[in-house]
């Protein structure tokens, strides 16, 4: 399927390209702010988390939500530590809903790991025949101009902070598949490279299930629901949402593209999003002869936790993934001043060269991700620890998952034990 947004290379890291309009530049100076991409700021996020207040008010726009999420997909601390950590300082358990929402994201994980590439397929037939759908977003969704104040406040968002709140990115998916009949595919590709925190089994399999081919019925939601849950700006009286479930029910099911609200209505520009390393990234080509000897620790956008002391920090960015996933400038930025921050070496090439390069340390430590999985097959690196004691065999729904769940993993002691060590030969 064809990648929403053209692929270019930047000329920098923070630098829009030429002719870009002014708000682009106040967009990609002022995003950074709100999440730091440092490891205080994560532990800062998870030791402010208000956990007592979160069952009741998560679902509200201004509810208190964590926001660890950019720093849980990127590596800053690891799932299990921060179940750790909540167990310790606040005797959660397995009731609790904020672990309960952790849990989705080892559940991605793990129907990630036993399906492969068909998490970026329909895993059964959805609501509407497949020819029902279009294959591009339609232009005034990806421009925040449908009419629609709560699609357009949240597209605005997405472009200006790389961030959603999960309600906000269900109503956004919702609205998109249902009511505007484009293809979740698309859809969940566009929203993935302007995200922060985007995960590929999170944001994929989550699009599948609003869209009700990993679900059997399609989340829906109607201008009554928003009003319940948001401010007064995202509420969208008098448009097409504001029906009744069984009218949304029954467009979504055999309805066409409803299109934007009548009238004219102010939009934003999509920054673009590039499939390249920035060319002043600092990232040059890999050379195995530099490692002769070293014990190496490996940084890579998914493992951006501190370096443990007494360890040769090398960077890597794989051109393979990124020329397939292409994230925006701002993604960019945030992940390449952490990279530049934790590392002495830093290297970008295929995932063949990245892997026989670093093979040529003495030995090798980190993380591994599902994103890279050749540092696993090539390299020997373990994945992370979900932190919860799971069910070997595939589970086919969360509930499923949640209900076989022996409990939490048993707790590694020290931080540096939720990585794997490679020794070579």
Known sequence: MAKSGGVSAPRGPWDPPQGAPSDARQRLAAAPSRFEPTAQAAWSRLRAARVHDYPRTRNHLQGAVTRLSPYLTHGFLGLQEALRDLRLRHGLDLRHKLIQELGWRAYFRHAWGHLGERVFEPLHEGVAPYGAYARELPADVREGRTGVAVVDRAVRELYDTGYLHNHARLWLAS???????????????????HLLDGDLASNHLSWQWVAGTASRKPYLFDAANVARYAGPAWHSPGTVIDAGYDVLDRRARTGGDCGAEPGMHAGVAEPPVHGVVPRDAGFAPAQADALTGCDVWVVHPWCLRDVPPGLLAVAVLDRDFHARWPWSALRWDWVLRRMRGLSTLRWSGSSAQLAAALRGARSLHGVADPHLPWLQRDCGLAMPPSGFDEPGRYC????????????????????NQECSTWRTQ
């Open 175 to 193: 609205y998109v598949v249902h009511q505007r009949k484009a293809y979740w595919r698309c859809a969940a590709d566009w929203m993935w490279s």
């Open 396 to 415: 086919a729904s969360f509930s499923a998952w949640w209900s076989r769940l022996r409990g939490f993993a048993p707790s590694a002691a020290p931080d």
